[in-house]
């Protein structure tokens, strides 16, 4: 029979991957209004950032005023939301196995992912708007391969600060240890997550 331990952290699973999986399907039948949510405040800090203005257009998103760039449904970030939310609800449960996190720890968690959301965006849009800006004369790889590129490091490379910065990198130290294969194998969490 189970203890009421393991039935807590089965409910805290559920809850988290529930949430997860309605943030998902959610965004994926909605059009650019339906995300302004997310859009709308990425949107605001590219604009503070680059010194580029911004306009919306409705069912399709934000387009700069000399309309060579648009932050679309595409740009709005919902699977690293989502995958930030996860790593570091379940981290929690990894970090701490003999215990469960409280319900709150749902929303805080869910907060976190947003605004690092938010942040990795302005950093992928801004950094999409240099590029843009640069000849592509190398002919190594397509202006859109380009752009997936830029997106993969800036994402991860988040997903690895997010993961720093929440503590759960000490998960398996002992005592304060740290090696260089600690440091790298403790790179496997966030790739796993990110994958």
Same mark, same amino acid.
Request: charged share 25%.
């Given at each position: 029979m189970m203890d009421a331990l393991n039935?807590?952290?089965?409910?805290?699973?559920? +809850?988290v991957a529930g949430t997860a999986v309605a943030v998902k399907a959610f965004s994926s039948t909605s059009s650019v209004n339906d995300l302004l949510w997310i859009?709308?405040?990425t949107a605001g800090l590219v604009e503070l950032v680059t010194r580029s203005g911004f306009e919306f257009e409705s069912?399709?998103?934000?387009?700069?005023?000399?309309? !060579?760039f648009l932050i679309a449904a595409s740009c709005s970030g919902i699977n690293f939301l989502v995958t930030s939310f996860l790593m570091l609800a379940y981290g929690s449960l990894i970090r701490a196995p003999g215990r469960i996190p409280k319900w709150s720890w749902?929303?805080? !968690?869910? +907060? +976190? +992912?947003?605004l690092t959301t938010i942040i990795a965006n302005t950093v992928r849009i801004s950094t999409a708007l240099r590029i843009q800006q640069v000849p592509a004369e190398t002919g190594l790889i397509s202006e859109a391969q380009a752009h997936r590129l830029e997106g993969i490091v800036v994402y991860f490379g988040f997903l690895v600060l997010l993961y720093y910065v929440s503590g759960l990198s000490q998960i398996?130290?002992?005592?304060?240890?740290?090696?260089s294969w600690s440091s790298i194998k403790s790179l496997l969490i966030p790739l796993a997550f990110y994958y």
């Open positions: 039935r807590k952290r089965i409910w805290y699973v559920l +809850a859009l709308a405040p069912y399709a998103g934000y387009m700069n005023r000399d309309k !060579t749902i929303p805080v !968690t869910a +907060a +976190a +992912a947003y398996g130290r002992r005592d304060g240890e740290q090696t």
